[in-house]
């Protein structure tokens, strides 16, 4: 029997990315993926979005972690101020839905 190690905790099957709101390493599927365009960071939805990303809990307390730390122009390496409104705009959709 061959050793197949590589299939427990794979790092293709589960990739692991770290939230740049509350620092906390989740599997990626469970985080938003953004991606900035034009100093605007948006919500990768599809994950189709060429660029460097950045990996954020679906939730408005970790962006306003993310934008109090002042993460996003270190993650997207922009020389710039970046635009978060469209990515508040899509969690606060989110939000409102949940409450009915
Ligand atoms: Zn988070």
Do not use: W
Not at 11 to 25: M, N, Y
Not at 78 to 88: E, F, H, I, N, T
Request: hydrophobic share 35%; aromatic share 4%.
């Amino acid at each position: 029997m061959r050793p197949r190690g590589k299939l427990e905790y794979g790092d293709q099957a589960t990739p692991l990315r770290t939230c740049v709101g509350c620092r906390v390493r989740t599997v990626s599927s469970e985080l938003l993926r953004l991606v900035a365009v034009e100093g605007v960071i948006v919500p990768d939805l599809r994950r189709r979005l060429h660029g460097r990303g950045a990996s954020l809990h679906p939730s408005l307390s970790c962006l306003e972690l993310a934008e109090r730390r002042r993460v996003f122009p270190r993650a997207f390496r922009a020389a710039g101020p970046l635009d978060p409104s469209p990515v508040r705009a899509h969690l606060e959709g989110l939000h409102s839905e949940r409450n009915g």
